[in-house]
Each structure stands twice: as C-alpha cells, then as structure tokens.
C-alpha cells in the first residue's frame, strides 16, 4: 500500500500510494530504516482516509 517518496542512506520514506490520488490525497505515510541489522518501521500518526481493502497495513 505504500510507495517510496524518497531514500535516504539509511532510511527510506514511504507514501500511501493513494497520495499520487488527486482526488484523496492520502496523507498516511512512515519510514523505515536499517541501522545495523535491524530493521523498524515508525509509522506516521496520520491514518489512511479511504478504505484499505486488502492491505497488511
Ligand atoms: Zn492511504
């Protein structure tokens, strides 16, 4: 459900791909990051405004 916006060297910055949606704009987005050999997600605290049919987030 989330597409890259941009990348960076450690992390990278996601967007719902309904953001690219003229018509819902979706602001939902979150980073992820691979510093060392883990892995985490931070997830924004804007939530999707559409229905999320589907997605595992
Ligand atoms: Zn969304």
Do not use: D, F
Not at 13 to 34: D, F, G, H, I, M
Not at 41 to 49: A, D, E, T, V
């Amino acid at each position: 459900m989330y597409t890259v916006e941009r990348r960076y060297l450690k992390t990278t910055n996601w967007v719902c791909t309904k953001y690219s949606n003229t018509r819902l704009r979706c602001p939902a987005r979150c980073v992820t990051s691979c510093a060392g050999s883990s892995n985490s997600i931070k997830l924004s605290r804007r939530h999707h405004n559409h229905q999320a049919k589907g997605s595992k987030l």
